[in-house]
């Protein structure tokens, strides 16, 4: 089940080197990189911060690479190169999304690899601090409707053109689950009930839009005023517009505070109301329940890929396992979801 290996971190002074040279192929003025540091353990893309030195002062920046700057491996068939992410993320804030704004995509000649490099952008992304942050206490209130708005603005979003971006409609992913839950050794009852109650209960077809993949607490950067930016786009495919109401609502985003269905921060009746306000297209409540499911088992899968990579030692990071132990957990809130109880009840969702 483990991939490859990711290629081994270039050493400091190497990487801001090539950075600088391909600062300065960009950027007329610049003269120097400093306070390189690394911002993410890396578990599926590199993440460095940095400042740019130019004649008209410091420019804050963001490089964003595959690990190693190797080419991105694909974990369920529909990870973008980081060359489209760029354009996605483009299409998306001529859309009006909040994202970072990205400078330059990497060409061959700059030696850094696979990765695009952005402005810095100040914020909160940590989930337990945007839920129980006192200063963020008002974005809370409204976090909820404003990211009704945003999804609704991401689902608007104009991608023709942008051969990466791949069609997932629902029936698709529930085939891939099935087919990534065959490739493991280890018994998984609880989303095997899952996967047959999805395909009973296959939604009906609606026109599909861009869906980000990975729209919830963790991808969001907040401030007090609200959403500055949604981030990772890796996992950016065509699809039901459902999916990422459903995604933002699973458990395992709440953090904690299970009580509060959107993101562990806001409800579910404040979501819907703003996105079919910003024109998104309606979307029932049962909907958004069975994109939920659908959330459960992908992530539980995802988990199970964790643990066997760790296992398998293709990738040690720590990150793997302290991840991929959580399996159960999911399959907990599985069991919980299809509780035949309606959603909103004492034993429902």
Known sequence: MAGPSPAPPSPPEELASRLLDAL???IPGAHGVRNLARLSGGASQETFAFEAETDRGPLPLVLRRSPGGAPRQGGMGSTLSLEDEARVVARAAAAGVPVPSILFVLEPADGLGSGFVMR????????RRILRDEALARLRQGLAAECGRILARIHAT???GIAGLESVPPELAVERCRKLLRAFDVPRPVVELALVWLEDHLPSPVPQTLVHGDFRNGNLLVGPEGVRAVLDWELAHVGDPAEDL???CANVWRFG???????GFGDLPDLLAA????????IPPERVHWFEVLAGVKWTLGCSTMAAAFAAGSDRNVERAAVGRRASENEIDLLHLLDPAPPGTAGGP
């Not at 505070?257 to 993101?263: I, K, L, N």
């Open 275 to 282: 996105y079919e306000e910003a024109g998104g297209r309606p």
């Open 120 to 127: 810095f952008l100040e914020g909160e992304s940590l989930p």
């Open 257 to 263: 505070e299970r009580d509060r269905r959107v993101g």
């Open 158 to 160: 104009d991608v023709r």
């Open 24 to 26: 300065q192929r960009r």
């Open 246 to 248: 459903g995604w933002l």
